[in-house]
């Protein structure tokens, strides 16, 4: 077993994999992962609208917008409709790079590492702090002359710093040309989405869990779009961007996708 893996403390991709029904975790995962829910009983569903929000957003920027090349940071471990399969189930050709530097999540790269012919899928080890690394290893797969989509779900949660945070985004959509997108999920606590749940259930997390995690304020993640322009419907609860049914229920986790025009 790879010697980076803690079995005796919980660790977001695992607890995530968990509450997405996935098998790829240890009890640990699960104890705090079931605790958290105790404090938060919608987490589930958060998990859930997330993983609904990237498959409708990859379709509609590959089938919709010619978007061709990906670059997925926190890939979290394989489920189904990873990143991949939905681009390439509407373009081939799209090529993928996912980054994460989960020691787990490696192990479990080859699934990760399939790709439709005409297309690529490569794995990248590094973390989201460090975007000079990322956009180093990701130009061997990309071409950065040309547009991608630049996807980061579930992840600046991790980066405490809210200033850290916006400079890693500007890090990455600087080196990406016009054409390019950025796609965003991030929990709140806002009570307009029933963030206040989170509260509790982000301080136990922080206590029994690693890595540490905080949520943000609307007009927080909106920072991170600055001089971007924003898809419709704008900054929602990403179980209500472009839902493809009516009845999506609100979660506290805002999502948004805006495209750089210059």
């Known amino acids: 077993m790879n010697d980076r893996i803690r079995t005796d403390i919980a660790h977001n991709a695992r607890v995530w994999n968990y509450w997405l029904g996935g098998k790829d975790n240890y009890p640990v995962d699960r104890a705090v992962g079931d605790q958290v829910t105790g404090f938060y009983p919608s987490i589930g569903e958060v998990a859930r609208a997330d993983r609904a929000f990237l498959g409708r957003v990859v379709t509609l920027l590959a089938a919709e917008h010619g978007v061709r090349q990906f670059l997925d940071i926190g890939t979290g471990l394989p489920t189904a409709d990873n990143t991949h399969e939905v681009a390439q189930r509407a373009a081939a050709d799209a090529r993928i790079v996912y980054v994460d530097n989960d020691p787990i999540v490696l192990t479990h790269a080859r699934a990760l590492l399939t790709s439709a012919p005409e297309g690529i899928t490569e794995y990248v080890d590094a973390d989201a702090h460090d975007p000079e690394k990322i956009i180093a290893a990701a130009g061997a797969t990309l071409d950065l002359s040309r547009p991608v989509a630049v996807m980061m779900l579930g992840i600046l949660n991790f980066v405490l710093d809210t200033d850290e945070a916006r400079s890693i985004v500007r890090t990455l959509m600087d080196a990406v040309p016009a054409g390019s997108y950025l796609v965003l999920t991030h929990p709140t606590l806002e009570p307009e989405l029933g963030g206040e749940g989170n509260k509790d259930a982000m301080a136990f997390w922080n206590e029994n869990a690693t890595p540490p995690i905080t949520a943000r304020s609307r007009a927080e ?36 996708v805006a495209r750089k025009s210059s």
């Open 221 to 256: 993640f909106a920072s991170f779009f600055d001089g971007l322009e924003l898809l419709e419907p704008g900054i929602v609860s990403c179980a209500r961007w472009r839902p493809t049914s009516g009845d999506s229920a609100v979660v506290a986790q805002f999502g948004a």
